[in-house]
């Protein structure tokens, strides 16, 4: 998408819409290909609007989600990531002021918040076994960057994670 252009993230959120609403319950399929060909070339705040719509349909399919979470997750947790310390590096790091950098800053910040956001979804959705996959062992050291974090909304994600997968994992040893 080109970064800046409203009209084409307006439609294309339109589209996502009307896909949601058309597919329904087979939606969770199509989701690795809809998102790996919106993620090309994203700006921050598409990222953040694809990351808020992938959690909004974690929570609504829930379990059904699992299979596409453990192809979608790493490669999409990588760019996200990515595109975090890409954009951080093009806003000047932590000292930057003024215009352009500070709206890219606080574009990256919120992908920040989304991506935490998006951890806590998967494991409060039942998927916690998709969080525990060899592929996404680099999410739990970003768990524990972000309990130091100054957000207090990464800090609650990144402690609410952490309970829910240990609580898992403890169950599951139980059960």
């Not at 947790?77 to 790091?93: D, I, P, Q």
Request: with cysteine; charged share 20%.
């Amino acid at each position: 998408m080109a970064a800046g252009s409203e009209e084409v993230r307006s439609a294309v959120t339109s589209s996502l819409h009307i896909i949601v609403n058309t597919l329904g319950a087979a939606l969770p399929d199509h989701l690795p290909a809809i998102f790996e060909t919106c993620a090309i070339e994203a700006s921050p705040r598409d990222l953040v609007d694809f990351t808020r719509l992938l959690s909004q349909l974690i929570v609504t399919f829930g379990e059904q989600m699992r299979a596409p979470l453990a192809s979608l997750l790493s490669g999409l947790l990588s760019g996200l990531m990515r595109g975090y310390e890409e954009g951080m590096a093009a806003a000047g790091g932590d000292g930057a002021v003024g215009g352009v950098r500070s709206e890219l800053r606080r574009e990256v910040e919120e992908l920040r918040r989304a991506i935490y956001s998006l951890v806590y979804s998967v494991a409060a959705s039942g998927c916690t076994d998709v969080l525990l996959a060899d592929s996404l062992q680099a999410v739990f050291p970003l768990l524990l960057e972000g309990i130091e974090a100054d957000d207090t909304n990464i800090q609650k994600a990144a402690c609410s994670t952490i309970l829910i997968v240990s609580a898992e994992c403890f169950w599951s040893i139980l059960i």
